[in-house]
């Protein structure tokens, strides 16, 4: 208990002005799909973030090793519990909860998302997305959807709040494919080094969205959260952009998603 105190006390300090530690302490962020954007959750418990309950089906595979934080040690293991050793390795004060099975079977869901502070939505599944999302806005809870575009150029991360526009508001034309029957395939290409820039900035705007929900001081965490609830959508490319002359910008707004998401 006591290296545990001595962990957050030094965490406090060395956050002081740039990150509000006890607000993250105190907050609690469902997880549902856990798997290349679990990165993001441990950056936020590395962070300081309190309480996780993470939800997965699956097992860790030969394929997850070099595409996320899991290793060759974790083979066979579920996710979440997997998931839930890493946490705890970097933030041992933490409460991780797990559920391993799809989101549609987790007993009283509808509660968990209820006393939540967040649901960070990362399904390949984009009819999963879609539904989840309808979900914790009926039930007052913000979302923050994210995931690679289809030719992986781009990611996208959407927000969803009480009362605000719906995902598929924010995401017209995809929501126009789930409608036509479109499913994504099995196998797509993926790359860590691209991924951990959508993770890095996924962990950004959860922070930033705590904060500015909780009307916090600090404005290098709130204004972020500002931003993304007035726009709704951030659009990340991977690389280099041209256009503006930047590696891997994040732009609050559109900047071409909708043609790319397919």
Request: hydrophobic share 45%.
């Amino acid at each position: 208990e006591r290296v545990m105190t001595t962990l957050c006390g030094r965490l406090g300090d060395r956050q002081l002005g740039r990150v509000d530690t006890t607000l993250l302490e105190s907050s609690h962020v469902l997880q549902i799909g856990v798997s290349r954007g679990l990165s993001s959750t441990v950056t936020l418990h590395r962070s300081g973030l309190g309480h996780s309950t993470l939800i997965d089906n699956q097992a860790v595979e030969s394929e997850n090793i070099g595409q996320t934080l899991f290793n060759v040690s974790q083979l066979g293991k579920r996710k979440v519990e997997a998931a839930k050793d890493l946490i705890l390795a970097v933030a041992p004060a933490a409460i991780v909860e797990t559920h391993a099975v799809l989101a549609k079977d987790v007993p009283d869901l509808h509660v968990i998302i209820a006393n939540a502070d967040l649901v960070k939505i990362g399904v390949d599944n984009p009819a999963a997305q879609f539904e989840l999302a309808d979900a914790a806005q009926s039930l007052n809870t913000p979302a923050l959807i994210h995931g690679m575009t289809g030719d992986g150029q781009q990611f996208y991360s959407a927000l969803v709040l009480p009362g605000g526009k719906r995902l598929r508001e924010l995401l017209p034309q995809a929501w126009e494919g789930v409608s036509q029957g479109y499913r994504p395939p099995e196998f797509f290409p993926s790359c860590a080094l691209h991924t951990e820039i959508m993770n890095s900035a996924v962990a950004l705007m959860i922070a930033g969205v705590l904060h500015h929900r909780a009307g916090s001081s600090i404005s290098m965490m709130a204004d972020i959260g500002a931003g993304l609830a007035q726009a709704g959508l951030a659009t990340g490319f991977n690389g280099f952009h041209q256009p503006s002359g930047f590696f891997a910008p994040i732009f609050f707004g559109f900047h071409g998603l909708a043609k790319r998401f397919r």
